[in-house]
């Protein structure tokens, strides 16, 4: 119960409290239903005579009900005797029913008519350790101690009993038992008459010796012509114990996990050993759950897992508009203004950047990211950071460049906290929806995000073209136009300066350049080499006359891809 709700939880224990109490079943109803279990029929056992009530018990394996059984004996203190005809289940507080003197006793002649044997001290239990399961808890496994102080014994025993409980209880219990194995250290051996047949296994007596009465229990009775009778020392203070100290039981508070915040993103090839066409996903959750889902489905339902991660990303949005700014080297004017959910950024040198530290994606609109690197970071504020000495449009998105970039705008940290999204190259331009949460619940479950997300194979989009070279800054005297610029690469090793090209990973040199007249795209020209001649034939087919000096002419120049087809477009204005 939760003392720090309710003001009367103290009479839940002996008051007028019911919940929690429905659901007991009573030990002669369970003790009654292992027996019917074990194929006894009803008339052949009584167990009446229990009393007390069980909260729980839990049959690990495969045991026989006899077996059960004796540990419900061992822990509620009852014994199961056979007499006439019935197997009787009672308990052991009973008072003594006689009182039996040496007169009482028969002499066979071959000894004393009363043995008494009174076991070592040494081999008894100075600790008696139950291990239960708490009731009045969440169920958690919970352990309970009786001791003997003034002993010379240091033997210690642990039990462990399928069973819920209150801790009370199970101290007053454990208590009773142990009283019972150092009372139970004296033995008497004796002889009845067959006078006393209405004495049975488990009735107490009282036994008048040296000028004292000693109750005992009677264990075992052999009739062959006298009464032989086996009996060990009973304490009635055992079985009048009150129960322990209540402990305040601290309930577990039940974890709920909401719906997380998700980012699938089609980004460019990040490392090498992450194949390029693969999207990453990213989520933040608090509280984290452990471990995170993805799973996919064409329909709504079916939904197949893709991935598992474990790591919470930093994710956040934009906080400031930010403006469009310069590629190819530091901005230096612009400042990015974030809110971060969880995690923390710190400034980084110059060769930390340029090796790819402090990297975030950018949603500048929807699907679209750009991949920004900041070198100067500052925590202004709770969770909110100001970043500068900017480098815009990495890894080939400059063409993702907001103009500007809203407020609110997805922001990704992107570190080991994103994970590949392992689909096939055959996946990409499927639409998919997609489930992200908690692996510990189901993909229904309200805790998981749902999304659609198509891959488009950004990491195989070839990157666009740079340095297009402008007519008027070269002698030209034919009517032919030659368009000329330099290949990019998107391989991660593009950016050594050791060698003499960037390598080719397009499986051949490909490119198309669309001819513009205001928006509309009038010719393209095709190439397999890093320039193309616009032959004044196909100028005057399309602007009625051939281009001269100080004209102007839109372009837009693609690399291709045997996957992907068009890479990412370099739009340039042609002076003449």
């Known amino acids: 119960m939760e003392y720090s709700v309710w003001a009367d939880t103290g009479d839940w224990e002996t008051g007028y409290w019911i919940t929690g109490r429905l659901g007991s079943s009573s030990l002669p109803a369970l003790v009654s239903e292992l027996c019917l279990r074990a194929g006894l029929p009803a008339n052949r056992f009584d167990a009446s005579a229990l009393v007390g009530s069980c909260e729980g018990l839990v049959i690990t394996g495969l045991e026989s009900p006899r077996g059960t059984i004796s540990g419900l004996a061992r822990h509620f203190g009852f014994d199961a005797i056979e007499s006439e005809g019935l197997i009787r289940f009672v308990m052991r507080n009973r008072n003594a029913s006689v009182a039996l003197t040496h007169d009482d006793l028969v002499d066979s002649g071959s000894g004393d008519i009363l043995e008494l044997i009174r076991g070592q001290e040494t081999e008894l239990s100075q600790s008696l350790k139950w291990q239960v399961i708490r009731s009045d808890g969440d169920f958690d496994p919970a352990q309970v101690e009786a001791r003997r102080i003034t002993v010379t014994s240091q033997r210690a025993n642990m039990e462990s009993f399928p069973l819920a409980v209150s801790l009370q209880e199970a101290e007053r219990r454990v208590q009773r038992a142990l009283i019972e194995e150092w009372a139970a250290r004296e033995k008497a051996s004796f002889k009845l008459p067959p006078s006393r047949l209405a004495l049975d296994p488990s009735d107490v007596v009282i036994l008048a010796h040296d000028g004292r009465g000693m109750s005992f229990r009677l264990v075992s009775i052999a009739d062959a012509g006298v009464r032989g009778v086996e009996a060990i020392r009973q304490d009635q203070q055992a079985y009048d114990s009150i129960p322990g100290l209540a402990r305040a039981s601290v309930p577990r508070v039940p974890v709920v996990f909401g719906t997380p915040v998700v980012a699938l993103m089609d980004l460019p090839q990040l490392a090498e050993g992450i194949p390029a066409h693969r999207p990453y996903v990213a989520a933040h959750a608090q509280p984290w759950p452990g471990t995170m889902s993805a799973l996919r489905s064409p329909t709504t339902d079916a939904f197949e897992l893709v991935t598992t991660f474990g790591l919470r990303a930093q994710i956040g949005v934009v906080a400031a508009v930010f403006p469009s700014g310069p590629t190819s080297r530091f901005d230096h004017v612009n400042e990015l203004l974030i809110d971060l959910y969880s995690g923390q950024m710190a400034s980084v040198t110059d060769s930390a950047l340029f090796a790819g530290a402090n990297s975030l994606a950018i949603e500048t609109s929807d699907g679209v ?208």
Not at 411 to 435: C, H, K, M, Q
């Open 369 to 576: 990211w750009e991949i920004v690197q900041a070198g100067t970071v500052e925590l202004v504020s709770a969770r909110r950071y100001r970043l500068s000495r900017l480098l815009r449009g990495q890894r080939g998105t400059e063409g993702a460049i907001g103009t500007p970039t809203a407020i609110g705008s997805r922001v990704v940290v992107l570190d080991d906290t994103i994970f590949p999204l392992p689909i096939a190259e055959s996946d990409i331009g499927i639409p998919y929806n997609w489930r992200v949460g908690p692996s510990a619940r189901a993909v229904s479950d309200d805790a998981y995000r749902a999304a659609g997300f198509t891959a488009e194979g950004v990491g195989l989009r070839p990157f666009s073209v740079a340095h297009v070279q402008q007519p008027y800054l070269r002698p030209w005297s034919s009517d032919d136009l030659t368009i000329s610029w330099t290949r990019r690469s998107r391989s991660l090793a593009a950016d050594t300066w050791a060698g003499i090209d960037v390598p080719l990973i397009e499986g051949g040199l490909s490119f198309e350049v669309d001819i513009l007249d205001g928006a509309s795209v009038v010719r393209t020209l095709a190439t397999t080499g890093l320039n193309v001649t616009y032959s004044g034939a196909d100028q005057i087919a399309d602007f009625g006359a051939t281009l001269i000096a100080g004209d102007s002419l839109s372009i837009r120049i693609f690399q291709l891809s045997d996957l992907v087809g068009r890479g990412a477009p370099k739009s340039a204005t042609l002076i003449l």
